[in-house]
């Protein structure tokens, strides 16, 4: 039997839950926001951090900042809707 392979968009309406990249590093959360003048930027405010679909919660995403940003505990958690 042969799978049907969905489409970027498909599989975004199934997954459709969203995520913030942050760490407890130092207590309180810091948070990955968008990019300024191509440098990345972090914030202490939720409602300014990046938005990330399920398909952006990649190791290598993860990784890539860590790198970048020196936060070594870095994760995605995801955003309840209420």
Known sequence: ???KKLTAQEYLK???D???MLTYEF???IFIA???DLQIQVTPNKHEA??????D???TKLEYQIVSTGYK???FEKICES
Do not use: A, F, R
């Open 27 to 29: 207590g309180d959360p």
């Open 73 to 75: 505990q870095l994760k």
């Open 57 to 59: 919660t990649t190791t």
């Open 1 to 3: 039997m042969e799978t």
């Open 34 to 36: 968008p990019l300024k």
């Open 14 to 16: 199934l997954h459709s």
């Open 18 to 20: 969203k995520y913030v």
């Open 50 to 55: 990046e938005i990330w679909s399920e398909m």
